[in-house]
Every structure is written in C-alpha cells, then in structure tokens.
C-alpha cells in the first residue's frame, strides 16, 4: 500500500501522458478503487491541481492548460526561464543522450499560465537556434509535439520532407524520440505500410494528433532501429581505425550510430566510419582528440597526414 501523497503524485503523472483517462483506467493502473480515484482527484483540484472531467460512463479526467505549477510555486518570471533553459538544454544535447530535460519541459508546458505559455510559444518563433556541422535546424515547438504525441500514444498525421525535397502526409502510430550526437530522431510505425520507421525530425514540416489513441505492440528497440537505419545508409568512402581502447571507451568516442565496432583483444577497438569524402573523415578522426591508427583507406590517411603537416607548419613560421 502506498501512501496517499505518493499516490497523488502517481496520480499526477498518469494524466500528464495521456490527453484523458477513465476513472476506471485510473483505478486499474494504480491498483485502487473507483472512489479512491474520485477522492484523489479532488484532493488534487484542492491543491491547486486543474483537472477537467466529462460526466458519464465514458467520460474522463484531463489536465487542463493554463494551470498554475503546485507545488514547485513558481512565478512568472521563473517559469518562463525555466521552460527557456529545458528547450535550450534539450536541444544543444549538452546531456548527451539523456531525454530528461525534453520530458521536463513537456510537463512544464502543460501547465504553464496561458500569458507564459504565449510569450514561450512568441520565443520559439523568433528565437533560431544554430545546429551543429552536419545537423539540420530543428523547430522547439515541432520537437515538443512530437514529444507529446509519443506520450499520449495518439496517433498522429506526420507530415515530412524527404533528403530530396519530396513532401509526403502519413499516418503514424509514436513510439520514441531519440537523440543521437547530432539529431534527434522520430521513432513509428507507419500505418499503411504496418512497418517501424525512424524519421529525422528536423525534415518534419508539421504533426496533426488525431484523436485516437494507440496501443503499441511488441515495439523495437528504438535506439537499435536509429542505429541500423543510419549505419545501413552508404557512403562514397569508408575508414577503418584501430583505436587503443577497448570496446566500451571506443563506444563512448564514436557512437554506435557513426560507425560499426569490433574488439582487437582486451585493449583495442577496429572502428569503420562512412563519410562523403576524405577531407571530411579527416576532420572528424582528428576532432575525436586520442590517438588512433588508420588502416585504410590510403586516401584519408594522407589526408590527415596533409591536415596536421599544414598545422605544424603555420604554427612553426608563427614562432619567434
């Protein structure tokens, strides 16, 4: 049995995944009774908590916009830099892979006062954020949709523009959001063709709930999936290098979705990267800042030989 504020709690994050339960959906998830979910409910309303419902056997229970922030107490001011600092976080990546600070904000949204809600909504469409060498410009507000489309399990009318330009409208049951070192990544299953796809959702133009809530069966490792699909894509060029570090570090240095990984005994890790073309896995091979040996191709080896010749010899004209 838990207690009654953990319950609440419990109580408070179902209804932030999903846009309505039933009382009786309540009941079963929580392992409690029907009264006790009524008796929560207001118990949550008291606390400032704003919680719609629809009369009826088939009606439900929602959190409604506009809600003030019980229990963090936050001012205006406050929340709106909160919700600033999140989308920053989940967008620059500076937590890695960890979708905690797009989770964060996706509640936080959820409940913010409408007049912050609006100026957050007036930043998002003015405010550009840079992306990295390689990535692609992605819109807050499109990733924040995508998120809460993944946690309601609605499903939803993606509309998406492929690597040539080419727009196309599909119906998408959500999974997962995942990042990678550069992109987030949308994880589904595309209804017509009843088969799970990943799409990158800085070419996702626009994202239509439909009302219908979804239940995913025997889904797929989300990240695995992101991995295949981008290791599976082929490049012009190919490097292979022995790193001397063993297979967890080099795992760590090059992701699994930049290149594939084998052991080279206890100490050592063969990586192979595709890229466009030498110049460019140069740069990339010289930005992981350890030491590493090229095995082939002769083409990027020399050109990373030219790149730190050239280096050595501006840097050394600079000396008096």
């Not at 908590?49 to 056997?57: K, N």
């Amino acid at each position: 049995m838990i207690s009654a504020s953990a319950r609440l709690l419990q109580l408070v994050s179902l209804l932030s995944t999903r846009s309505t339960w039933t009382s009786r959906e309540l009941a079963e998830r929580m392992a409690i009774t029907d009264r006790t979910v009524r008796r929560d409910i207001a118990r949550l309303r008291e606390l400032g908590y704003g919680i719609e419902s629809d009369p009826g056997p088939w009606g439900g229970y929602r959190l409604s916009g506009g809600t003030r922030v019980p229990p963090l107490i936050l001012d205006d001011e406050e929340a709106l830099a909160v919700a600033v600092a999140l989308r920053e976080a989940a967008l620059s990546g500076v937590l890695g892979s960890d979708q905690a600070a797009l989770s964060a904000l996706l509640k936080l949204r959820q409940v913010l006062p409408s007049p912050i809600a609006g100026r957050l909504a007036d930043m998002d469409a003015t405010f550009v954020h840079a992306p990295r060498p390689g990535g692609g410009q992605i819109s807050p507000g499109v990733l924040l949709e995508l998120a809460l489309a993944c946690r309601r399990g609605e499903c939803t009318r993606l509309s998406y523009r492929d690597q040539a330009g080419n727009d196309t409208v599909r119906d998408v049951d959500p999974y997962r959001l995942v990042r990678t070192g550069r992109r987030w990544y949308f994880v589904a299953r595309d209804v017509a063709r009843d088969q799970w796809r990943t799409f990158r959702a800085d070419r996702v133009v626009r994202v239509e709930p439909t009302g219908h809530i979804v239940d995913i069966v025997d889904p797929p490792d989300p990240a695995l999936l992101v991995s295949q699909g981008i290791t599976g894509v082929v490049y012009p060029v190919y490097v292979t290098i022995r790193l001397p570090h063993p297979l967890d570090q080099a795992l760590r240095l090059v992701p699994p979705t930049i290149g594939t990984h084998r052991p080279d005994g206890p100490d050592a890790t063969i990586v192979e990267i595709g890229g466009n073309d030498a110049d460019r896995l140069a740069t990339y091979l010289l930005g992981l800042g350890t030491t590493l040996r090229v095995l082939s191709p002769d083409r990027v080896r020399e050109a990373i030989l030219r790149r730190t010749r050239d280096l050595f010899e501006q840097n050394e004209r600079a000396l008096p």
